[in-house]
Each structure stands twice: as C-alpha cells, then as structure tokens.
C-alpha cells in the first residue's frame, strides 16, 4: 500500500504538491509513482526561471523500466531545483516526499483542483 500523506495535495497523474509558509509550492511525485516507476535513475529537471502552464511537461523520470513525464500540478514560475537529484536519483524512490523532491513553483493565481489525500487514494485503489 502505498504511502499517502495526509498533509500534501496530489493529481491524477501523481503528482503531490505542498504549499509552503511563504507561498511558494514544493512538488514532487508520489511514493505510488515512485513505486510503479521501479529504480529511478535520472531526473531531468526544468530550468530555474522556467514558466508552467497546469499540466504541461516539466520533467522527466527515468527509471530502469521506462521514462515518465513529470507535469506541473499548477501554474507559475520555478524559483528553485532539488539539485541534489542530479547526482542521488534514486531519493525519489527512497524519500519521494522529504528529500526526493523536484521543484518549488511560484504559483501563479490560487492553488485549486487538486486532491486531497483521501481522494487521491481513492484514485489509486
């Protein structure tokens, strides 16, 4: 059973988001995401400055098993990189939401339509 913290706001496509004290949002992919991709093995990250419109591609994961779009859960602006993924991958699989993290996006407008975490294990049950 996968791990579904209470906590975080998540999409369909498995992506958790978490909004921090100064605004900014923390995303990342989930521990079901994580689990289904197998051993992560690169994560090609966006650039800081880079602008997202909800649901568009903003990276990839790459596992021993496939590649897998990583989409930006709202709209905004990436402030900053989890860059410690470039040389540890594999802390997407060992702490998908502590230190497997992705990017923090400057949301553009209010952060709505996405799950909660009760609805998002319905989604994956």
């Known amino acids: 059973m996968s791990l579904v913290p209470d906590n975080l706001n998540y999409t369909v496509e498995h992506e958790w988001l978490k909004v921090q004290e100064d605004g900014q949002a923390r995303v990342g992919i989930t521990d079901y995401a994580q689990d289904s991709l197998s051993d992560v093995v690169f994560v090609e990250?966006?650039?800081?400055?880079?602008?997202f419109t909800r649901g568009d591609v903003m990276a990839v994961a790459e596992s021993v098993k496939a590649a897998s779009d990583i989409y930006a859960p709202i709209s905004g602006k990436i402030v900053s990189i989890n860059e410690k993924l470039e040389e540890s991958p594999e802390l997407v699989n060992e702490s998908p939401y502590e230190f497997g993290w992705m990017v923090l996006i400057e949301p553009e407008g209010e952060v709505n339509g996405l799950l909660d975490a009760a609805s998002y294990r319905e989604s994956i049950d």
């Open 45 to 51: 990250l966006p650039e800081v400055g880079e602008q």
